[in-house]
């Protein structure tokens, strides 16, 4: 039996869903059948704590232990501070990349 996994990915300051490698990699995960969620997080260009937190509460509706989690640059602290509200141990992965090539 396949293991369903709800996948979240939370792109940088001043991305956007359809920037960098993002498009590229929902399109691959999708054809494996894969929940993905790539957000386009509020005022990328200007970003706020408390907004991006929300965004993200409002928005991550299947948080599990089949839960992945991508992010990029400032992704990476949004998806950290929002797993620490969680105070759960109980998420699939995280994969972190802080530098675009």
Not at 36 to 60: Q, R, S, Y
Request: charged share 20%.
């Amino acid at each position: 039996m396949t293991q369903t996994y709800n996948i979240y990915v939370v792109h940088g300051y001043t991305a956007n869903s359809q920037a960098n490698w993002y498009p590229d990699l929902k399109n691959h995960l999708e054809s494996e059948n894969r929940a993905v969620h790539v957000f386009d997080m509020p005022n990328p260009h200007a970003p706020v704590e408390n907004e991006w937190l929300d965004f993200l509460e409002e928005n991550i509706t299947n948080f599990d232990d089949k839960s992945i989690f991508i992010g990029h640059s400032l992704g990476c602290v949004a998806i950290l501070r929002f797993l620490e509200d969680k105070n759960t141990n109980n998420i699939e992965s995280l994969f972190f990349s802080l530098r675009f090539c």
